[in-house]
């Protein structure tokens, strides 16, 4: 992604002075700043705190924390595998990196697994990550092209609504639902987003709107009870937006409002897509009617707001009482019937069992067409 004319992911490693690096979410979009992962300690903090969030990030960020613990005692991965995963729940990404790690990574050698072995494994990972991504963006971008040429001819820019953030700040590079708006914007699609804000913690005012704004996209920042309000008034083409988890019969679990999202697509008779890469999809979760566990953060992200002073100091302000209960729910699930494709680095499937266990047979290449 282009940061102030500099190219930057989300997360990289300096090859020099042998350090992980990543850009802070948490600071945005006030300050932008860059931090290290020094150890395994540091990468499961950046986690669970949502330094670095997205689906697709936080499984690579794991394997960049399992190469920091191996870095230190070769012994441990055992250890480093479970701290990782415990980090936060939800999103099946984060499980399959480290399920590919214990796979790929000779567990039970008697000194241990060489630090060289993980580094290469999580650099693979997200070059992978950014190819996926890429070709994610090449299909959600043919279907925005002619969803346009469709709808509003050379007269008017498509108008797209997407909920949370599931752009390069959530993957490595180039995201899924904003990377086929990347890459339709590249191709001339004149392009409206609304960006839902995405209570509590803002990923679309602060992450979204940031990263359209350097993009130099047009889009509007509007609060989450009004993307019912903009579809009615005709103003929206077709909603997008990532996921967390995909069952094997094409149910998007995705940021808390989505589901409401998707209602009021259906209910306006507008297309809801999820964009995702495969390692998305768990195919150990069969249907909706299986529970997955739903992350539940703590009641002070909704009970407190945090911003600048126009002098530029931070502050933390209280909205509600300490003894209101708050049910912090962090993602919900949308029935497979409610959406209209899933947009993979393999191309587009429907949401339902058979098409997903087609896409199960194929395999990526990043030079797809
Ligand atoms: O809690 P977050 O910010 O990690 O949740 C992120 C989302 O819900 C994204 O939409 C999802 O991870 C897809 S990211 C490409």
């Not at 969030?53 to 991965?77: H, K, M, Q, W």
């Not at 939800?90 to 060289?116: C, F, I, K």
């Not at 993009?215 to 579809?231: E, F, P, Q, T």
Request: hydrophobic content about 40%; charged content about 25%.
């Amino acid at each position: 992604m282009l940061i102030e004319g500099r190219q930057y992911r989300s997360i990289w490693y300096e090859a020099e002075n042998d350090q992980v690096c990543f850009i802070d979410q948490t600071r945005l979009p006030h300050e932008f700043e860059t931090r290290r992962l020094r150890t395994l300690a540091d990468a499961c903090e950046a986690i669970g705190t949502m330094r670095v969030r997205g689906a697709p990030l936080i499984g690579v960020t794991a394997a960049f924390g399992v190469y920091l613990s191996l870095r230190e005692d070769p012994n441990s991965l055992e250890t480093a595998i479970r701290q990782l995963r415990d980090t936060r729940p939800t999103a099946v990404n984060l499980r399959w990196a480290l399920d590919r790690a214990v796979r790929e990574l000779p567990a039970h050698s008697p000194v241990g697994v060489p630090s060289e072995k993980a580094l290469k494994f999580a650099l693979g990972l997200a070059e992978e990550d950014a190819a996926c991504c890429e070709a994610i963006g090449r299909h959600g971008g043919k279907i925005l092209h002619r969803l346009w040429q469709e709808r509003c001819g050379q007269d008017r820019p498509l108008q797209v609504l997407t909920h949370c953030n599931a752009g390069a700040l959530a993957t490595v590079d180039w995201g899924t639902a904003l990377s086929g708006i990347y890459k339709a914007a590249a191709a001339g699609v004149p392009l409206h987003v609304w960006v839902d804000e995405t209570r509590p913690r803002n990923q679309g005012g602060a992450l979204t709107c940031w990263e359209l704004r350097q993009a130099g996209i047009d889009h509007s920042l509007i609060v989450d009870g009004a993307a019912g309000h903009v579809m009615a008034r005709g103003l929206v083409d077709i909603c997008i937006t990532g996921s967390d988890r995909v069952s094997a019969s094409g149910d998007v679990c995705n940021k808390i409002g989505t589901y409401q999202v998707a209602l009021a697509a259906r209910d306006n008779n507008l297309p809801f897509y999820a964009a995702l890469p495969v390692s998305t999809i768990d195919f150990d979760w069969p249907s909706a009617t299986e529970p997955i566990p739903i992350e539940e953060r703590e009641a002070e992200e909704v009970s407190m707001v945090g911003g600048i002073e126009k002098s530029g100091g931070e502050v933390r302000i209280r909205q509600y009482p300490e003894e209101t209960v708050v049910r912090n729910y962090a993602f919900d699930v949308t029935p497979a019937r409610l959406v209209s494709g899933i947009i993979t680095e393999q191309g587009m499937f429907k949401a339902n069992r058979d098409s997903l266990a087609a896409l199960a047979r194929t395999k990526f290449s990043p030079s797809d067409p």
